[in-house]
């Protein structure tokens, strides 16, 4: 009887599997976290559109007056310009900001788990190429 070696079989399916379960969390964690970044950049937009028509970027212009101006009216220009700002729109912005950090911390090992198999699968890879040729 032939002694059949199915090793090699079996492994090519475990390196496929382990690609495809890697390359799905990457691009999910990916998609989540691109997601998060355009609700900050729609928020900061919104933003950044509301302090243009209330015209409160006007108020900062004071910054650019002669010394004894700032030192006399700086701080009445700076609670009118934070009393202007949108804060439900920065709030989301903030929150969204703190939400993508958690999860970057919650993420670590699992980041650190996926960038060890993602170097063994390229070993493997690549012994299988050599192997070939």
Sequence with gaps: ????DISSAVMKKIV?????????????????????IVIVGFSLGISW????ELHAWD????????????????????STFLQELPLETLMVALSVVLGIGIIF??????????????DQLAKK???SKNKHT
């Design 1 to 4: 009887m032939k002694p059949i």
């Design 16 to 36: 496929q599997l382990e690609e495809s379960r890697t390359r799905s969390w990457v691009r999910g964690f990916y998609m989540v976290i691109g997601g998060l």
């Design 49 to 52: 559109k509301i302090l243009g």
């Design 59 to 78: 108020l900062l212009e004071i910054f650019t007056q002669d010394w004894e101006i700032i030192a006399e009216f700086w701080q009445d220009t700076m």
């Design 105 to 118: 911390i919650l993420t670590r090992r699992r980041r650190a788990i996926i960038r060890f198999k993602q």
């Design 125 to 127: 890879r690549t012994m």
